[in-house]
């Protein structure tokens, strides 16, 4: 009857796993939920990760983590993760699941969704209210420009939830790890992955604390190094809007808004972009904005938190000497 | 070959959003539809692919009659065909079900979808049916060739990109840069208006979420402008004032 928490791996380039911060929120969300419920809190964690990495799921209050190590698991795999996934809801009895919204997430919920006839709800801002009967809950729509308050009543009921939709508090508790080894569909390996290009050890977007974003009005990917050095002195992720990803000044997956990635940092920095309708709905779930613009009438100060009218070639290198000489 | 495109037909994207009958309806006033943006490219893939390989595109559409002038409009960019199930679209498995249902009796070679909607953006529905008619699903598509029996796929993953090979049949959800967004011509805005579309009733069971009331976000409060001689200031605001760095 436990609260199943599908929590996602980052393999590094040894083979080794470390839990995805996302996945941290999402143990946290998962335990605060069968609180409410009354249960536990179980983490599924599908791939080859240490002892140690696998009972921090305690900290964030998962009281069991099970563990399926298959060799045939170890490459990320929609079809065969949402085939465990249904096996360890099936396992558990759990009737909610909760998986943090990733590009594996996203596929794995629905496809495990499918399986279980689960209602799935995806972009989950806040913690759900109601029992196990029935469970209402926040979501983003219209791209961020509204909300829906969303009832489910199915057996299982499946929820995706994007950042900061839970603010994690830790504490030194450990979970019990578990071996689990379910039945796998020789189906679920049809497909052959020919290769993975991936910037290693960045930050994904969606999962960036701060993220520093740049428009136009940096004037060509030359220009990129002093809004790096922002990002940098910030340890935040870079973004940028879409027509720098369409002149190829920065690569597809860095695109922010409407037709690209949607994010909710705690601190989204816009430098020199206009502020469009559709990138703002990238972008407005941000705790805080702050804009650089050198037009005070750029649309973008409307959404913003904290302004500066000026030139960012200005700005920028200031700004990150300020951050730097604070220590 | 044949190809069935799944579109959604959704809210202009620079429309405002507001709500009627005590924020538990969508209120359509003034508000102009178009193509899903990534159905967008889902049927612009389309259609290259049937010129290249001589495939029969169809668009199906879970949706209302007020739905048809987009439904009307991907047949004049391509679409031999079109299919509405006449139900309104209001959870994410139900709409599954319907793409399943004429799935199965149709058995495309490939199903195209957007990536998402852009009006609940679930990114759900390929990975549902792919799940229901048993056959693999990916998303976000970038890059799509078929080759005999074969697709050949680059995927967008966090950070990069992930290339892969698989059989048909298979269900793709798509964004760009997969194909240049196609614009209807004179042509075939003419022939769109003969070209059969076929309204259905929906099957299945009922939706297994609801929405029960909508909000909009609360009003942003007044931007705190930070004069650029004093830019500096801003880094100790958001240390001590915001409480984010
Ligand atoms: C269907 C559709 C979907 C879209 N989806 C997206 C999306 O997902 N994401 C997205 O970003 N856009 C999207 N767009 C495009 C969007 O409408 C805007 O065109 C785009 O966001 C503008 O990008 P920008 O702000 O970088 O450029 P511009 O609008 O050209 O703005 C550049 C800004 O930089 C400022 N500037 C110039 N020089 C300087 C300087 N030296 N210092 C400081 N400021 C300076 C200017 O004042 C200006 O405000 C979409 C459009 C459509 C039609
Ligand atoms: N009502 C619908 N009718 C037809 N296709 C749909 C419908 N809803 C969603 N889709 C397809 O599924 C994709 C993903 O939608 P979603 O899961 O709602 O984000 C869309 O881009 C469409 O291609």
């Given at each position: ?21 996302s996945?941290l ?10 609180g409410?419920?009354?249960?536990t809190?179980t ?16 900290n964030?209050g ?26 360890a ?25 499918g ?8 972009n989950?801002?806040?913690?759900p209210e109601g ?6 809950v ?60 991936k910037?290693?050890?960045e930050?994904?977007l ?6 520093v ?25 870079t ?10 000044w ?47 009438e750029?649309p ?14 200005d ?6 000497k300020a ?5 | ?11 202009d994207t620079?429309a405002r959003?507001?709500?009627t ?15 899903g943006?990534?159905d ?16 029969t ?5 879970v ?16 679409a ?8 309104e679209?209001?959870?994410a ?10 799935a ?24 549902i049916?792919?799940?229901?008619l048993?056959?693999?699903?990916f ?12 697709a ?13 090979e ?7 959800g798509c ?18 208006r ?5 309204v ?13 009331k909508?909000?909009l976000?609360?009003?942003k409060?007044a931007?705190r402008?930070?004069?650029?001689e ?16």
């Amino acid at each position: 009857m436990s609260v199943l928490i599908f929590a996602e791996l980052d393999q590094a380039a040894d083979g080794t796993g470390s839990l995805r911060k996302s996945s941290l929120e999402a143990i946290f969300y998962g335990a605060q939920v069968a609180g409410m419920l009354g249960t536990t809190a179980t983490a599924l964690v599908i791939g080859s990760a240490e002892a140690p990495e696998l009972e921090l799921t305690g900290n964030y209050g998962a009281t069991k983590v099970l563990h399926a190590t298959a060799e045939r698991l170890a490459q990320p795999n929609n079809m065969a993760y949402a085939t465990v996934l249904a096996a360890a809801a099936g396992q558990e009895g759990s009737s909610v699941v909760i998986i943090a919204k990733s590009s594996l997430g996203d596929a794995v919920a629905a496809r495990a969704a499918g399986k279980l006839k689960a209602g799935l709800v995806s972009n989950v801002v806040d913690l759900p209210e109601g029992d196990a009967a029935s469970l209402r809950v926040k979501r983003s729509i219209y791209t961020g420009k509204a909300f829906a308050i969303t009832e489910m009543k199915s057996p299982v009921k499946i929820i995706t939830i994007r950042k900061n939709a839970v603010a994690p508090q830790t504490t030194d508790a450990k979970a019990a790890i578990e071996a689990f080894s379910p039945t796998l569909n020789d189906q679920d390996f049809v497909a052959q992955v020919t290769g993975v290009e991936k910037a290693t050890g960045e930050v994904p977007l969606t999962e960036a604390d701060i993220i520093v974003s740049g428009g136009r009005g940096m004037r060509g990917p030359e220009n990129w190094g002093i809004l790096e050095d922002l990002a940098h002195a910030l340890h935040a992720a870079t973004g940028c809007s879409k027509p720098v990803s369409d002149l190829d000044w920065r690569p597809h997956h860095e695109h922010i808004g409407q037709t690209g990635i949607k994010v909710s940092p705690n601190l989204y920095v816009a430098c020199g972009i206009s502020g469009a309708i559709q990138h703002l709905a990238g972008v407005n779930g941000s705790k805080v904005i702050v804009v650089i613009n050198k037009d005070a009438e750029a649309p973008f100060f409307k959404a913003a938190d904290y302004g500066i009218v000026g030139d960012v070639f200005d700005i920028l290198p200031r700004l990150t000497k300020a951050v730097q000489s604070a220590g | 070959m044949k190809i069935l495109v799944c579109v959604t037909s959704v809210p202009d994207t620079t429309a405002r959003i507001s709500f009627t009958d005590g924020d538990t309806k969508f209120s359509k006033a003034g508000v102009q539809y178009i193509t899903g943006p990534y159905d967008d490219y889902a049927l612009s893939r389309a259609v290259e692919l049937k010129e290249q390989l001589g495939a029969t595109l169809t668009v199906l559409n879970v949706g209302e009659a007020d739905a048809e002038p987009v439904i009307r409009k991907c047949l004049a960019i391509g679409a031999d065909d079109a299919i509405r199930v006449n139900a309104e679209p209001t959870d994410a498995y139900f709409v599954a079900e319907q793409i399943a249902a004429i799935a199965r009796q149709e058995s495309y070679d490939l199903i195209l979808m957007g990536r998402e909607s852009i009006d609940f953006n679930g990114g759900q529905v390929h990975g549902i049916v792919g799940e229901m008619l048993g056959i693999p699903s990916f998303s976000p598509v970038m890059k799509l060739d078929i080759e005999g029996t074969k697709a050949k796929i680059a995927r967008e993953i966090e950070g990069g990109k992930e290339t892969l090979e698989a059989s048909l049949p298979l269900v793709l959800g798509c964004q760009e840069p997969i194909a240049e967004w196609k614009i209807p011509n004179m042509r075939g805005i003419m022939t769109a208006r003969t070209k059969p579309l076929r309204v259905v009733e929906p099957s299945g069971s009922d939706s297994l979420t609801k929405v029960q009331k909508y909000e909009l976000p609360p009003p942003k409060g007044a931007c705190r402008m930070i004069p650029a001689e004093e830019a500096e200031t801003l880094i100790g605001l958001l240390r001590t004032e915001a409480k984010i760095i």
